[in-house]
């Protein structure tokens, strides 16, 4: 499998050249970052991350799942983070993507129908807004943190600030 | 909200001085690598990734759950990914992490119950082969692809395959 061995061939390259060296497992900025799955995104360069420092998490949309919560959930209790910060971007393809169509494709051409139910969006702006509030009033969140919320262009490199509440509580 | 502000400011630099240009939507490498949310993880230095190769998805764990899978469906099927790389690591917080007690936790001490059933894991090499036969055997994704499955070891920063489908059909 090619993709495999490029990955193993880069890796090992990587590990001997750069590798900055062990950390502790609780991220130093005490950061969780939602965004996107996208190819475009370089989380640590684009955001000016290094090492041990937040917890990344990334779907198709960099929406807030129950997966998502579950994962914000685990880093704030468990692993001590307290700030959410939520990226999603430009030429998404969540962007006026019909997901009741989708499920409906995916259970008419398997047989077995998703569960899921993850609407795509129309206005980035305004569904960046909405994942931030999710986050603001899950109950199983941290009250303490702050949660901010940005739009990537893919084509500059830049966020945009969208939201922040400084204090959800 | 400091964390925002941070991001924000070394996105500015970055944009101005490392910024790789524009790619197409569809991962060059035609590649999805799941893997866990850990902060120890740069997923495009360790791996050898560069803007617009590869969708990445991220979890507490990185295990296949239903939104891993919708996120991987898209992928694949509006956006032209074939492979599918699965990367757990050492260390790891879903490491004899007991589940059902974090979920009776949430529910108890917010009055909401999670619905979610993501169970920890006791051996990561054992849960690498179980994430790559969900993939492998899920109805939803394409049958041409492989999938195969590393352990990072966040200690030394290199790649150990566990497991490899090269054609799951």
Known sequence: MDAADQIRDANRAWAEAHFAGSAPRTPARHLVVVTCMDSRIDVFGA?????????????????????????????????GTVDVVIVQHTDCGMHHFDDP??????????????????????????????????????????????????????????????????NPT
């Open 101 to 166: 169509a989708f499920r409906r494709e995916l259970a008419e051409q398997t047989g077995v129908a998703p569960h899921w139910d993850v609407v795509g969006f129309d206005d980035v702006d305004a569904s960046v807004r909405r994942q931030v509030q999710a986050v603001a009033e899950s109950p199983w969140l941290a009250a303490a943190g702050g949660v901010a919320g940005f739009v990537y262009d893919v084509d500059t490199g830049l966020l945009r600030q969208v939201e922040v509440i400084a």
């Open 47 to 79: 955001f000016g991350l290094t090492n041990g420092q937040a917890h990344i998490v990334r779907n198709a949309g960099g929406l807030i799942t129950e997966d998502v919560l579950r994962s914000i959930a685990l880093s704030q209790r468990k692993l």
